[in-house]
């Protein structure tokens, strides 16, 4: 085995001004069922490291990645229609939905690849499954894996369509703050020139946010939407003037897994405050205007001004650079701390 495949990746919890995008990896580990995240930024802003470094949290700890130049059968698997006919039985060559069963499915530069291909992507992330058919001939198997798709916006965009259907987005920029980059590279430094003991030190944070992981998808179950959640969604989706209802149904998801991270009792309006901006980056657009909407001579509210969400209040007294690195603290705590740290909650 090469070194190469040994090296462990890089801590989650070592990850340093990453909080919006370990948030957004955090719930859809959670609830695939979310339909992944899309991550956008420059070249070097650690996306494939944050990716990597989420797969090893989960059981399978597979990650797997799609080359660009993959074709359908390479992603699906292939079923040998001479055996079917021959045997009566289904031969089935897995793909590479197959492997990335239980993990992380990374596709770089995601917007450069065919459409047909990401739609095959999003349907197997948002149902878990997958299906293969040939000449009336099908295999179905289980598909449940994050998918994290990455993008350059100055190599093109991705069709608005297609946008809709990642569950979650999250921008990324340089970090220009020079203290910050010193602790980035300083960490990456480290990781690089010894990998083992760098992730040992780590070791009892990793094992502890994977047991929340775990713990947090068993409570998915137990947490349901109040009126109150239902209404504060459709607010905000409502203020961004978004189309259909799918930012509606991933809003509700994604405030039910911060729930259920954060170990509290029920999901409240202030979860959906805390994930509604990465369910609607993607999602904006301009506020249009109703037929039914009173004469434009009336005073009308703002398109798009919601009062600061408890996220906002909170991080304008927190820099960025204390989200990355997690604490050790009891895998049963009820409040977040370290990767996600937030106000404590009233019960």
């Known amino acids: 085995m090469s070194a190469a495949a040994t090296r462990p990746a890089f801590p989650f919890t070592a990850l340093i001004g990453q909080a919006p995008l370990q948030r957004a990896l955090l719930l859809a580990a959670i609830d695939p069922a979310i339909g992944g995240v899309l991550v956008s ?4 802003t650690a996306k494939s490291t944050a990716a990597r470094s ?26 040998d229609l001479e055996a079917a006919l021959r045997e009566s039985t289904v031969r089935f060559a ?13 596709v770089d530069e995601v917007n450069l690849l065919p459409d047909a291909l990401v739609d095959v992507l999003l349907d197997a992330a948002a149902s878990g499954v997958n299906t293969v058919e040939r000449d ?5 198997h289980d598909a449940h894996f994050v998918l994290v798709g990455t993008m350059n916006p100055e190599e093109g965009e991705l069709r608005p369509q297609l946008l809709d259907r990642f569950g979650l987005m999250v921008e990324l920029g340089t970090p220009y703050d020079a203290a910050q980059r010193q602790r980035i590279v300083k960490a990456r430094l480290a990781f690089d020139a010894d990998p083992q003991a760098f992730c040992a ?16 998808r068993v409570a998915l179950a137990t947490l349901d ?19 259909g209802l799918r930012a509606d149904l ?5 405030a039910r897994a911060l729930a259920a991270f954060e170990g509290a009792e ?9 994930v509604a901006d990465c369910v609607l980056a993607h999602r904006r657009r301009a506020m249009p205007q109703r037929s039914d909407a009173p004469s434009s001579t009336a005073p009308q509210p703002p398109a798009s001004a919601p009062a600061p969400s408890r996220e906002e209040k909170y991080t304008e007294t927190t820099s960025d650079s204390d989200w990355g690195e997690m604490p050790p603290e009891p895998v049963a705590a009820k409040t977040v701390k370290g990767v996600i740290p937030l106000p404590a909650k009233k019960r």
């Open 136 to 140: 009336g001939v099908s295999h179905t």
């Open 94 to 106: 897995p793909g590479l939905l197959a492997r990335a069963h239980g993990g992380v499915l990374y």
């Open 54 to 79: 989420l797969a090893a949290l989960l059981p399978a700890g597979a990650f797997v990645t799609l080359p660009l130049g993959a074709s359908e059968d390479k992603l699906i698997g292939t079923l």
């Open 201 to 216: 030190a780590r070791e009892s944070e990793q094992r502890a946010l994977g047991a929340r992981i775990a713990a947090a």
């Open 266 to 274: 029920s999901v409240s309006p202030d979860h959906v405050d805390l």
């Open 250 to 254: 991933v809003m509700l998801r994604a």
């Open 41 to 44: 930024g420059p070249r070097g």
């Open 225 to 243: 939407w109040s009126d109150a959640v239902h209404e504060r969604a459709a607010q905000r989706c409502i203020e961004a003037a978004v189309d």
